[in-house]
């Protein structure tokens, strides 16, 4: 792995935020933590549905329809569940990565909600 590489694959381990890189059919490309204590070469190349909670399903193929469609960003909340901490919200980002000027993944950041801790976002 180059030094470059190495120093890359630090930061996106040391992020706070979840990150995932999917392709418009919704297979993982990319992530920088594992899902479900799955080793991260057992989830590259599934659907990122297959990890999501049935009450998220609808709202997480609306937003990544805009983004492919629309080649814009969106940003929404879904109710995730803590082992420790019990129910919370998760805020998801949604971002195109363009080719061409053409949508060819998209690239979802997660993280736990300030506005649900009472936070300022």
């Given amino acids: ?9 630090a930061l996106l381990d040391q992020a706070t935020d979840f990150i ?5 059919d919704g297979k993982i490309v990319f992530l ?5 204590g799955l ?24 937003e990544l ?4 469609e ?8 879904t109710a995730d569940s803590n082992r420790v901490r019990g129910v919370s ?8 990565i363009k080719a061409d000027g053409k949508v060819v993944a998209v690239t ?3 993280k736990e909600s300030p506005a649900w801790k009472g936070e300022a976002s």
């Fill in 1 to 9: 792995m180059a030094e470059s590489e190495e120093r890359w694959r």
């Fill in 20 to 24: 995932l890189d999917v392709k418009p």
């Fill in 32 to 36: 920088n933590w594992t899902i479900a």
């Fill in 39 to 62: 080793p991260q070469q057992a989830t590259v190349a599934e659907s990122i549905h297959g990890f999501l909670k049935p009450g998220d399903h609808s709202i997480v193929r609306s």
């Fill in 65 to 68: 329809r805009k983004v492919i």
């Fill in 70 to 77: 629309g080649g814009g960003a969106v940003s929404f909340e």
């Fill in 89 to 96: 919200k998760c805020l998801t980002r949604i971002g195109p």
């Fill in 108 to 110: 979802l950041t997660t």
